[in-house]
């Protein structure tokens, strides 16, 4: 089965606050992907990143960071001095469960984290 | 390129009444597919497509329909309106699901009443 959790809900810090957004997952696949998608208060998501199963490398984007470690079947975000434009909620993905209906992959979403940076 | 465009933005609907929520893509994106955003529940999906012709059910399919006749557009219809159905909904598509790699482009909403 194919599982995303998020267990934060809602974290809520001030402006220039580092913040971890956790993620961890469950899949019995040896081959996945993993995204993250943010949705600001105008409401679109936005594809962030991703990252495959056999890359464990960190990556830095300017104030973002993305931890994967297969070990714990975790894959977090951290924001180095949050602002307050990070506000917003964040959902993380897997690739998902394989379809037989054409042969595709349908991507498992977690449930999101709400995020409010306070200036 | 649009991307993924939805409408109506906002709609308001009486219980019983029928509707149809218009998707379209213009990235010649094979997978389309259309979720509800519900408070505390994440994003759950309603019923996806592979191509055009070619659709099947996700996580809450009841009380919605699909068809796919091209490659750019994904309708959603509600056949009875229910207030259960009050929510966001979301069109989303991707190059191709037959990988894993492949992230979901979404469109901007649709924010469904139903009184």
């Known amino acids: 089965a194919q599982k995303v959790t998020q267990a934060q809900t809602e974290i809520s810090v001030v402006e220039k606050e580092d913040v971890t957004l956790d993620c961890v997952y469950e899949t019995r696949d040896t081959t996945y992907y993993l995204f993250w998608y943010k949705q600001p208060p105008s409401g679109e998501l936005v594809f962030l990143i991703r990252?495959?199963?056999?890359?464990?490398q960190n990556e830095i984007s300017g104030r973002y960071s993305w931890n994967f470690q297969k070990s714990t079947s975790s894959f977090n975000f951290t924001i180095t001095a949050s602002q307050v434009v990070d506000s917003a909620v964040y959902f993380c993905a897997l690739s998902g469960r394989w379809s037989l209906l054409g042969g595709s992959y349908i991507p498992t979403f977690g449930r999101g984290t709400s995020l409010i940076v306070h200036p | 390129n649009a991307g993924v465009t939805q409408t109506p933005k906002f709609q308001v609907l009486k219980t019983g009444q029928s509707m149809t929520l218009q998707c379209a893509q213009d990235?010649?994106?094979?997978?389309m597919s259309w979720y509800r955003q519900d408070p505390g529940m994440g994003l759950r999906l309603i019923h996806y497509s592979v191509g055009a012709g070619i659709t099947d059910q996700g996580e809450v399919p009841n009380g919605y329909n699909v068809s796919r006749s091209t490659t750019e557009d994904f309708p959603l219809r509600l056949l009875s309106a229910a207030p259960s159905q009050t929510s966001v909904y979301f069109c989303?598509?991707?190059?191709?699901?037959?990988?894993?790699?492949?992230?979901?482009?979404f469109g901007p909403g649709t924010r469904l009443t139903v009184l």
């Open positions: 990235m010649n994106h094979e997978y």
């Open positions: 989303a598509s991707s190059y191709s699901q037959r990988e894993a790699r492949n992230e979901q482009f």
């Open positions: 990252r495959n199963s056999f890359d464990e």
